[in-house]
């Protein structure tokens, strides 16, 4: 019971995360993008619009595949999602790799461009093991894809954790003023993220603590 409430509490906390993070671009209006748009690529906006989207179904969609009682009563349904899951992934992974040659602060670029390959990399190995009937290596390698996933909502949770740290590191003071602050945290959050997820996911993994 424990274990399916952590689920649960993981599965609401991403999709709280992941509305909040998406709703600035429902409205299709660049203005209210929260990332600078790069002028050098005039589709930019509609790329990262398309990313965002297909991020959040896979975010939505991907808890659906660790449920036993899903893929036992409902196996057509497990593999629909799971469909839908790794097409969300491809196309936001790729639209993803796209944006980082439009990312112009180095450090940011390549943590995202690592981001992304892992994404498209672990994805295609979950699929790929499923399509050989490996469904021991196939879940492991989901669990690793979502994992990867929900890098957008923990890179989002520990920027006040960045903050509080930032502060402690330069005797509560913040040289540089507020957004020179968000700015330097914004370059590392997805690499702590990345670090975080994978840590645990593998910690746990090494427990036999995810099925």
Sequence with gaps: MKHKSGWYLLFGISIAVGIAAAAPYMTLNPENSRVALNPAFSWYYLVLVAHIITAFIALASGPFQFSKGLRARQP?????????????IGISGI?????????TSFVKALAFLTLCILWLFTVWKGYRTARSKQFDAHRLWMVRSYAITLVAVTA?????????LYAALHGFTIPGGRESMIANILE????????VNIVIVEWCMMKKQLF
């Design 76 to 88: 057509v349904l497990h593999r629909t999602l799971g469909r839908l899951y790794v097409i969300c």
């Design 95 to 103: 639209l993803g790799l796209v944006i980082t040659l439009y990312i």
């Design 156 to 164: 989002r949770l520990i920027v006040p954790l960045c903050i509080l």
């Design 188 to 195: 590392v959050n997805i690499w702590i993220g990345l670090v």
